[in-house]
């Protein structure tokens, strides 16, 4: 028994939408897109000149740079956190956040990419390390994307 025409469920006829499978394909990847540039591509870190020889009982400076591609910048809204440790090797500060950057905006620049100067003291001759972890954002236009670093720098220490 067939039900009456006012119950029966209209067919979809597949001329009536010849575009639909390639609308819900361009949805279904556009986040796939989007998502296609690794964000560790977006930057690089730099600890160039940080002290690799200091006399025990001396002073020595760590330095750690973000420098961002053309397109990206490091987020000035989400957080930024650098921690640092030594083996040998104390550091004036242990963590630091974007407020102690020591770069700062140009007038009329909308980003800036941070670089930190911390400076440490070697406590006794040999072989000591500096440890630091990086946590920030690294932000497109169509992404933001958080990334964490780590490294450990070795410091002979006279």
Known sequence: MRAPPSRRRPMLNPRRFPHLATLLLTFVSAPVLAQDVDPATLYEVTTEGTSTQVKAGG????????????????????????????????????????????AKKAQGQQFVDPRFEVP???????????????????????ICARQKKTFSLPVEVQ
């Open 59 to 102: 002073q020595g400076t760590f330095v750690l740079a973000i420098k961002s591609k053309a397109g990206a910048h490091v987020s000035d809204e989400a957080p930024l956190k650098l921690e640092l440790t030594g083996t040998q090797l104390t550091p004036a500060q242990k963590t630091l956040t974007r407020e102690q950057s020591v």
């Open 120 to 142: 440490f003291t070697a406590v006794s001759a040999g072989k000591g390390t500096l440890d630091a972890t990086l946590t920030f954002f690294i932000c497109t236009e169509k």
